[in-house]
T-cell receptor
Framework: DADVTQTPRNRITKTGKRIMLECSQT?????MYWYRQDPGLGLRLIYY???????NKGEISDGYSVSRQAQAKFSLSLESAIPNQTALYFC??????????????FGPGTRLTVL | QKEVEQNSGPLSVPEGAIASLNCTYS??????FFWYRQYSGKSPELIMS????GDKEDGRFTAQLNKASQYVSLLIRDSQPSDSATYLC???????????????FGRGTQLTVWP
């Protein structure tokens, strides 16, 4: 069984629609992250959460919002999708007991296409 | 500005050769360093972590860290076609006065191992 799961795995939507991407983990980690990956641009951090009551913006948070419903669940929303949000989205987790080392483990990704 | 730079690639080596992947980083207080392997369309997979200066070996993989030169590398010995992937360098940088950090990723180096 996968430790970090993401739903949906693929999604095609239209400009202006609201979209939610969900991430769940069974690793018992308290830190969770959302990244997007675009060809040639690498991984860029959208939002991160170090525990249920802690939410932080990453480098490209505009146009996105998140919700940490529980330690194991972290959702990413696109309030009004636009074509340049077409990308591969990854959720990741890490364990605070790792301290400063911060090994992160990634989910399988969601391929989002905005028409 | 925190930057992680990798060889732009692509890197092509014959089967059985040593593949050398390089990464430099700009933040002197970085504490931990990671190499991820990413197959096309898949999620990044953590393959090596290194925290101290010197070499760390794991099977055919060796990570090398030189904090004075702000340089981390990954050597893959006896390269196999199955090693063909994009390799991402990641650096954990702590927040000011904090033990909580976040990863900064390079854009990746695409490696092809030909039979």
């Amino acid at each position: 069984d996968a430790d970090v799961t993401q739903t949906p795995r693929n999604r095609i939507t239209k400009t202006g629609k609201r979209i939610m991407l969900e991430c769940s983990q069974t690793k018992g980690h308290d830190r969770m992250y959302w990244y997007r990956q675009d060809p040639g641009l690498g991984l860029r951090l959208i939002y991160y959460s170090f525990d249920v009551k802690d939410i932080n913006k990453g480098e490209i948070s505009d146009g996105y919002s998140v919700s940490r419903q529980a330690q194991a669940k972290f959702s990413l929303s696109l309030e009004s999708a636009i074509p340049n949000q077409t990308a591969l989205y990854f959720c990741a987790t890490s364990d605070r007991r790792g301290g400063i080392y911060n090994e992160q483990f990634f989910g399988p990704g969601t391929r989002l296409t905005v028409l | 500005q925190k930057e992680v730079e990798q060889n732009s690639g692509p890197l092509s080596v014959p089967e059985g050769a040593i593949a050398s992947l390089n990464c430099t980083y700009s933040d002197r207080v970085s504490q931990s360093f990671f190499w991820y392997r990413q197959y096309s369309g898949k999620s990044p997979e953590l393959i090596m972590s290194i925290y101290s200066n010197g070499d760390k070996e794991d099977g055919r993989f060796t990570a090398q860290l030189n904090k004075a030169s702000q340089y981390v590398s990954l050597l893959i010995r006896d390269s196999q076609p199955s090693d063909s992937a994009t390799y991402l360098c990641a650096v954990n940088i702590l927040g000011r006065g904090s033990t909580l950090g976040r990863l900064y990723f390079g854009r990746g180096t695409q490696l092809t191992v030909w039979p």
